[in-house]
């Protein structure tokens, strides 16, 4: 039997400030997408903003419905939109953020497990990875080197 440890480096800031330029201006978007997000039911409003190697800035939010399962996370929509409108164009970042209607929410939120799936998928696709920068209304900003670092030992089609 072996044992073995799996890490990966999360840079955190101490809020959007700290931030470059660049990941500055990303998180706004972010931020922005978040305001429309359609959020009726769980009062949860996620935007997120993919910035792609020809530096245009796509942006989603969470669209919810009565069929939960009906709905689209914020980070499915920017990063299907990106793939739809800029094929073959490669993702460099994607910067999300996430709020409550009920309360402030100072963490950063992480993507869902199929987020991080379509968003690995993407990766793999142009094997590269894609930054990932998450905070919450306010507060700290983690941000790490690829969705590989928080989905290891993912599913890709490899095993097809």
Known sequence: MQKQNITFELTIFDSIEELSKEDNALM????NARKNAYAPYSNFQVGA???????EVVIGNNQE??????GLCAERVAIFYA????????????AITATSINYQLTD?????????????????KQKKPIALMMMGEKGKVF????????????????FL
Do not use: H, T, W
């Open 83 to 94: 793939g739809a409108k800029y094929p073959g164009v490669g993702v460099k970042a994607i």
């Open 108 to 124: 950063p939120a992480a993507p869902c497990g199929n987020c991080r799936q379509a968003i690995s998928e993407y990766e793999v």
């Open 65 to 70: 419905n009565a069929s939960y399962p009906s």
């Open 143 to 158: 941000k790490c080197n690829s969705m590989a670092d928080i989905l290891p030992l993912g599913f890709d089609s490899s």
């Open 28 to 31: 706004l978007d972010a931020i």
């Open 49 to 55: 903003a993919v910035l792609l190697e020809n530096g």
